[in-house]
């Protein structure tokens, strides 16, 4: 396909998706029923494959080691691609890209993610341990310094933590830890605890890397993804207590707005567009407590999407919470996020409820087994002390010679 596309989202949404399938089918188990096909013979491991390898292109001639936000499948990265990325688009990378090289034996599409993920590292501020939210691949300098749980960052910390979980580095553990620290201590407002003491609701503000003070009054709703990662910590108590606020959100106005200012009490972005975070830590939260209050919220979830979302063909993105207007659109990840969580939360003996210490989530709610076999490196041994270059792996060009216009000539 000759035509630029963003190489985070084909990761996660794509590769992420030929591996879980292939996972699942080549599980000998087989706990969700017989998923093999006939004759398959690893045909979405090569798909993943190959697509992986038309990624690489992304990581290559970059000064920082962080990857171009743009890729052409086909030639590679465009000449005259911008070189700004969010420090999610090039930190959450690890899960997918790690796992394709533990199927593969190939150490080279981890070490790219897993470059790029230490890099991003070194440039945290030096004073507050922050990172901001855009940054310049070229220079390395921060275009945005926004600092905060939600759009922009939100599955970084994430992969630091589920990256652990799978492939056991504890570097990635050490990284987590150390935001997690930061993240606590110029983040949260509010009493110093959930349910006991006196002041306003504890929440997770935008705040300035550098100075570590509040830089915006909103919140979005990708924050709200925030609190499962909570839940994976450990840190219940504080998960329940960051659900709790955007769930009064969403029954104040029937759907979560995409930002909401919590000093004037308002939306700032008005639209809906049928994220899955709120419905996702609901789930996960049910499944650490068990406690039936969150199949009363996943029912109020339901309900409401059937009331103001529903169309003839689908599910479409609230245009305004307000007046609950909709657009002609439905995202993605409603069917591979939001309907996944809400069908989990209330299929109490899904095998993945049952076994849910077996099992990892993606970003994109693809599921990947949590298993021994992918926290030992099959190449350590494969290619002892020498490690294959990207380029003599990949065969694709790492840069076109022409710009959008021809690229948009060929397809």
Known sequence: MSKKTGSSAIEIRVLGGLLSAHLII???AQPFGNMTPPNYDDDL????HDLGSRLLPAFENTATRLPHPRVNLLLGVPVDTHNSTCTAGAGSLLVEMGMLSHLLGDPVYEGAARRAIK???SYRDASTGLLGNVIDITTGQWTNKLSGVGAGLDSFYEYLLKSYILFGDDGDLKMFNAAYRKIKRFMRKGRSHCNMGVGDHPLYVNVNMHSGRPATTWIDSLSAAFAGTMVLHGDIEEAICAHALYYSIWKRYGVLPERYNWRLKAPDLRFYPLRPE?????????QATKN????????????NLNKY???TCGYATVHDVSDKTLEDRMESFFLSETCKYLYLLFDRDNHLNTHSHKFIFTTEGHVFPVQRRFRSKRWSQQWGSKRPRVDSVVQTPTVL??????????T
Request: proline share 5%.
């Open 26 to 28: 080549t599980d000998p």
């Open 45 to 48: 491991l090569h798909l993943a």
């Open 119 to 121: 890099a991003l590292w």
């Open 278 to 286: 709120l419905v996702e830590t609901t789930y996960l939260l049910y």
């Open 292 to 303: 039936p209050f969150y199949l009363h919220v996943g029912r109020d979830i339901l309900l």
């Open 309 to 311: 979302a529903k169309t």
């Open 401 to 410: 010679n022409h710009s959008d216009s021809s690229v948009s000539s060929r």
